[in-house]
């Protein structure tokens, strides 16, 4: 028998991506997590899921962890008869904090966790490429794996990644209705001009400084001209308190495709619209691991 026996337990972080200049390459991995417990049994497929999802995701082959569960299962070469999976998610869904990234790396950890020697067969390396693949994007598989503050690049089809110790304060603004990721990226131009191009580079150089050595100047590399303001009439009430906490000195972008709103910043609880959830939170430096 090439499977473990018992239950495997993956913990995985809540991501933000972009953080303003840094379009589809900078993440942090934050202190919210979603939990996955996993065990190969005799036979069938069965999904319990609690938290955020709860009742709507599907329970079935097509949902997301069994599909990249099942995708590290064909590399290395293995297919479990059964499976039972148990989801505690916290991460909220379709509100740019990486639920999917965390999904999809919470699965292919669990399922290389399952294989006795799976990290023989499937290293590190490996994980991050399939979840790249899987996600489209590295930006946030990155710091949901590794954690800490990543830059996150691909070269040719290969998947990179530096990662960075950091340490902030963090407040996410969390609005009750999602806003679809394809809905937000579909709003971004075809083309952008050569200032704002060269504006981004720069602000995005300047936030890899101010994280780790300068934050004073987290308000001046926070800004963005590539997709925050194009994707403002999908999340018009995001787009307003980013403003309004920017104007108020406290450096905050969209996370992600939004349309949560992250500040660099803790005790501004008050800010918080009507029905919205808020959250205060540190930069968490474990990636997804077994627990």
């Known amino acids: ?46 999904i319990v899921v609690d938290g955020e999802g709860a009742g709507v995701v599907p329970t079935g082959e097509d949902n997301l962890l069994f599909q990249a569960m099942s995708a590290a299962f064909d590399l290395m070469g293995e297919t479990p008869p059964g499976l039972r999976l148990e989801c505690t998610n916290r991460i909220p869904h379709g509100r740019g904090l990486g639920s999917s990234s965390a999904a999809i790396v919470a699965a292919i950890v669990a399922a290389r966790a399952l294989i006795v020697g799976g990290e023989d067969r499937l290293d590190d390396a490996a994980v991050y490429q399939l979840a790249t693949d899987m996600e489209g994007h590295p930006d946030n598989v990155a710091p949901a794996l590794f954690g800490g503050f990543t830059i996150a690049w691909i070269s040719g089809a290969a998947a990179e990644v530096l990662r960075l110790e950091v340490n902030h304060d963090i407040t996410v603004f969390v609005p009750p209705e999602p806003v679809s990721t ?110």
Do not use: C
């Open 182 to 291: 394809n809905v937000a990226r579909g709003l971004l131009p075809e083309t952008v001009s050569h200032a704002d191009a060269s504006a981004n580079s720069g602000r995005a150089a300047l936030m890899v400084a101010a994280l780790t050595q300068s934050p004073e100047n987290l308000i001046f590399a926070t800004e963005d001209r590539l997709h925050q303001s194009y994707r403002s009439a999908a999340m018009p009430d995001s787009y307003k308190l980013m403003q309004q906490l920017r104007v108020e000195g406290i450096p905050a972008v969209i996370s992600g495709a939004g349309p949560t709103v992250l500040a660099f910043a803790r005790g501004i609880s008050d800010w918080t619209p009507e029905g919205w959830a808020v959250h205060e939170l540190s930069i968490e430096s474990r990636g997804a691991h077994i627990f």
């Open 1 to 46: 028998m090439s499977f473990v026996d018992g239950q495997v337990r993956v913990r995985v972080p809540a991501t933000s991506a972009n953080l303003g200049p840094g379009f589809d390459s900078l993440g942090l991995a934050l202190t919210l997590f979603d939990e996955l417990a996993v065990e190969v049994t005799d036979s069938g497929l069965e």
